[in-house]
C-alpha cells in the first residue's frame, strides 16, 4: 500500500499541478487543432514571416515575376519559394536578387525537373499474334 506523505496531501502543491496539469493539456488541444483560431492566427503568422523573408531576398521585379508564377502554377511556386528561403537560410543567397538571377535558377529547375516521355513497344507479343496467321503466297 502507498504511503501518504506530506507532499501528497499539500493543497498549494495540489494546485500547481492541477495548473500545470491543464495547461499540458491546453497545449495539447491546440496542437491536435481544436483551436481553430490560434491555428489560424499561426498560419497567418508563418505566411508574413515567408513574405517578409521573399521581400528582404527579392528585388521589386523579381518578386512580382514570382507572384506571376504562383498565379499560373501554385505547387511550382510555392516550390521556388521554399527553395528560394532554403538558399538564404544556407547563406547562399548574398543581396537582393534581380529578376533574371530568379530567371537563372527557375531555368535550373525547369532542366532538373523536365520529365522525357518515353513510350515502349513489346514488338515480342505483336509478332507473336502476327505469327497464328498464315499467309498464302
Not at 30 to 51: H, I, L, S, T
Not at 77 to 90: F, V
Request: hydrophobic fraction near 35%; proline fraction near 2%.
Amino acid at each position: 500500500m502507498a504511503q501518504i506523505t506530506k507532499m501528497d496531501t499539500d493543497p498549494d502543491l495540489q494546485a500547481l499541478r492541477a495548473k500545470r496539469l491543464s495547461e499540458i493539456k491546453g497545449n495539447y488541444k491546440d496542437y491536435n487543432g481544436d483551436n481553430p483560431e490560434k491555428a489560424e492566427e499561426e498560419k497567418k503568422r508563418m505566411e508574413d514571416m515567408r513574405n517578409g523573408m521573399l521581400s528582404r531576398i527579392l528585388d521589386q521585379n523579381a518578386r512580382a515575376r514570382l507572384n506571376t508564377i504562383m498565379v499560373a502554377k501554385p505547387d511550382k511556386g510555392r516550390m521556388l519559394e521554399n527553395m528560394l528561403i532554403q538558399m538564404a537560410q544556407r547563406g547562399q543567397i548574398m543581396g537582393r536578387m534581380s529578376e533574371d538571377d530568379l530567371k537563372g535558377i527557375l531555368e535550373q529547375v525547369n532542366k532538373q525537373f523536365q520529365s522525357k516521355t518515353t513510350v515502349k513497344f513489346d514488338r515480342r507479343r505483336a509478332a507473336l499474334d502476327d505469327s497464328d496467321e498464315e499467309l498464302d503466297v
